[in-house]
């Protein structure tokens, strides 16, 4: 099954919805909090949820049809994104479908959340940033990076501290230009000022950026903490086998790699400063675990490998969707 997902069929794109459905259906057996999401208080996001809690439709159904409609086009983005820039030797959908299953770890992952419509900006700022490598006076693509950066903030306070990787990135993909830098900045500011000049004159506010201690306010079962243990183990492992698999690649690859492993740190790091947390922050860690697990799975051999490591990853998906029905922990 794994294996068809390595060739270069686009038809397999079609296999994302069944996953994405497979993984959603556990909805209909296992109650789950979806109002989670309107706890967030930033611009966007609040605007967005109430809006969406004032329609004529269940409020879950609709947070989980719309997050699965979203999950697939993050995940066909995401495979251009491998396939345009030649990551792998050979054209594949494996991206894709490694990042539906990633992203799909937690109940609170699989509904629409401020962090998952953050990520859709930084995934296109990423996309923005990984375009610079070859191409000359880019100001427009320079701009947008900032510009989406602005906007994931908007919806998710912790995003802020993208602009980091924005600089890292175009510092890694470009000789140095101050006009570039420049745009950059510009681009990161333009909404934010856009969204204070409205608070200023409405009176209003932007709700609360204090982050919170993650320690003292995350309560995660045995089996989420045995999701994330797995989450971590398997990405430690992809991490420290990709260096055997790029040593030969191009150097284009290996800078677009450096820059996963940066968006990978900023998306740990900025777990720890959550104005509210929740696990569905980890959305943001999907994109380089995805990416960086293709290029190591497309380069193993032995085919078995790949298809234990899948089975492994789906079982751990559903364990923590089921198990609790039958109270087992």
């Not at 060739?7 to 789950?32: D, E, K, T």
């Not at 494996?94 to 959340?113: A, P, T, Y």
């Not at 962090?115 to 940033?129: E, G, K, R, V």
């Not at 993909?173 to 909404?191: C, D, K, M, N, Q």
């Amino acid at each position: 099954m794994f294996s068809i997902f390595k060739s270069n069929n686009p038809g397999v794109v079609a296999l994302y919805l069944v996953y994405l459905v497979a993984f959603r259906i556990c909805f209909w057996f296992v109650s789950a909090d979806a109002d989670f999401a309107l706890n967030y208080t930033e611009p966007l996001s609040t605007l967005l949820f109430s809006w969406l809690k004032s329609l004529p439709v269940d409020f879950k159904t609709l947070s989980v049809s719309l997050s699965g409609i979203l999950s697939f086009i993050q995940a066909v983005i995401i495979n251009n994104l491998i396939n345009e820039h030649k990551l792998t030797a050979k054209k594949n959908y494996l991206g894709g479908l490694l990042f539906i299953i990633f992203s799909s770890f937690f109940k609170e992952m699989l509904m629409l959340s401020a962090p998952q419509l953050a990520f859709t900006f930084i995934l296109l700022a990423t996309s923005s940033l990984f375009r610079l490598i070859k191409k000359e006076k880019m100001y427009g693509n320079v701009y947008d990076v900032g510009f989406l950066i602005a906007l994931a903030s908007l919806f998710y306070y912790p995003a802020f501290f993208y602009i980091l990787f924005a600089y890292i990135g175009l510092g890694t993909v470009r000789a140095f230009s101050y006009r570039e830098w420049l745009g950059v900045l510009l681009g990161f500011i333009s909404p934010l000022a856009v969204a204070f000049i409205y608070y200023f004159f409405t009176d209003g506010h932007p709700g609360s950026a204090i982050p919170q201690w993650v320690g003292s306010h995350l309560s995660l079962t045995i089996i989420q903490w045995g999701q994330i243990a797995v989450f971590l183990m398997l990405t430690f492992a992809f991490f420290l086998l990709l260096p055997a698999f790029i040593y030969s690649s191009a150097i284009q690859v290996r800078k677009f790699t450096t820059l996963l492993f940066v968006l990978f740190f900023m998306g740990f790091i900025t777990f720890f400063v959550q104005p509210n947390i929740s696990v569905a922050h980890l959305y943001l860690l999907t994109l380089s675990v995805a990416v960086i697990a293709t290029l190591v799975l497309t380069e193993i051999k032995n085919g078995m490998v790949s298809e234990v490591t899948h089975l492994i990853l789906i079982l751990c998906v559903l364990a923590g969707q089921y198990l609790p029905l039958f109270n087992i922990i």
